[in-house]
């Protein structure tokens, strides 16, 4: 079976870190530009943060950048996003993306979800509930 899986959420104090990953199963992420997104019920979907398929370019959004950082590691065929600093705004589901075709918006790297365009050999997590809360 293809798919994708996040793990490694959890409840965090405000000002504290938390790892997620992105495993797959059935395929190599090798292959793939990874993204990170949440969304927060009643809000539209967030792109966070991206990673080229060899890990030399990496983009993130301005609401995560500074706190977050992606990275990957082929050999474990995993993406992780590493988030500190963490605030009460950052609750809610972590989704990963494995993507391809990568493109340049004002030389800035992003994949192809980031401005809506899906394409059916893209891979979705069913996502992971982080919660920052004292």
């Known amino acids: 079976q293809l798919q994708l899986v996040e793990s490694g959420g959890g409840l965090v104090q405000p000002g504290g870190s938390l790892r997620i990953s992105c495993a797959a199963s059935?395929?190599?992420?090798?292959?793939?530009?990874i993204g990170w997104f949440r969304q927060a019920p009643g809000k539209a979907r967030e792109g966070l943060s991206c990673?080229?398929?060899?890990?030399?370019?990496?983009s993130y959004a301005p609401s995560v950048k500074g706190r977050f950082t992606i990275s990957r590691d082929n050999a474990k065929n995993a993406v992780y996003l590493h988030m500190s600093t963490l605030k009460l705004e950052d609750t809610t589901v972590y989704y990963c993306?494995?993507?391809?075709?990568?493109?340049?918006?004002?030389?800035?790297?992003?994949?192809?979800?980031?401005?809506?365009?899906?394409?059916?050999?893209?891979?979705w997590g069913r996502g992971i509930q982080d919660t920052a809360s004292s």
């Open positions: 993306s494995a993507e391809k075709s990568p493109v340049y918006v004002q030389g800035m790297y992003i994949i192809p979800s980031w401005i809506g365009v899906v394409h059916p050999g893209y891979y």
């Open positions: 059935g395929f190599t992420l090798e292959d793939y530009d």
């Open positions: 990673i080229s398929s060899s890990g030399g370019s990496t």
